[in-house]
């Protein structure tokens, strides 16, 4: 009898933490060298800086609009720096990425999005996501390109949606302009 208790109890327990870890967000805590080259290929290197919002600046987001969930308090910038020449000493930054996690009808969708110095969209990918494949393609992603946070990013009038994705596609312009938005809080001048 006490074999079958310790048997039930193996079971629950594998059960919660598979649910436990399966239900988490979905990015990699390890370095993401392999997906940084691939956004930023002409890149030299990559540096990173995990920040964490304050709660005014939390406040002023939220004000904006802008829902801010656990992973969004303390953001990871990569930033993408080449050498103007083997000479230079110092690595000139090109831009910054960020990843977002957004959820579609379908469930979570993991977003890169790269920012050149200018604070302007460069480039968008989607790593992981289960809508509609149509919004992982350049024609969609590409919409958001050059905007920056000044720009609206309202559905029909600055960008199409997927047909038959629409939350899918508001899920990819929530996370351009929560994006952008972070990035102006950490990084405005005083």
């Known amino acids: 009898m006490r ?21 988490t967000e979905a990015h990699e805590k390890a370095w993401p060298e ?16 995990q ?9 002023k987001l939220k004000n904006e609009g802008i829902k801010i969930g656990g992973e969004d308090r303390s953001p990871t910038f990569y930033f993408a720096q080449k050498k103007e020449s083997p000479r230079d000493e ?5 831009g910054v990425i960020l990843f977002i996690d957004e959820y579609g009808e379908n469930g979570l969708i993991e977003i890169s999005i790269a920012m050149g110095t200018d604070g302007r969209i460069k480039k ?3 790593w992981e996501h289960s809508e509609n494949s149509l919004i992982a393609k350049e024609d ?27 939350k899918a596609s508001e899920a990819i312009a929530r996370a351009v302009n929560k994006a952008l938005k972070i990035s102006n809080t950490i990084f405005e001048k005083k």
């Open 3 to 23: 074999f079958n208790k310790i048997n039930l109890f193996s079971l629950i327990f594998i059960l919660a933490v598979n649910i436990a870890v399966n239900t």
């Open 34 to 49: 392999k997906r940084l080259k691939q956004i930023w290929p002409e890149a030299q290197n990559y540096t990173s800086k």
């Open 51 to 59: 920040v964490t919002l304050t709660p005014g600046q939390i406040l």
């Open 90 to 94: 110092k690595a000139k930054t090109l």
């Open 124 to 126: 968008i990918d989607i």
């Open 140 to 166: 969609f992603l590409k919409q958001f390109n050059g905007k920056n946070v000044k720009d609206s990013i309202i559905v029909n009038k600055d960008y199409r949606p997927i047909p038959g994705a629409d």
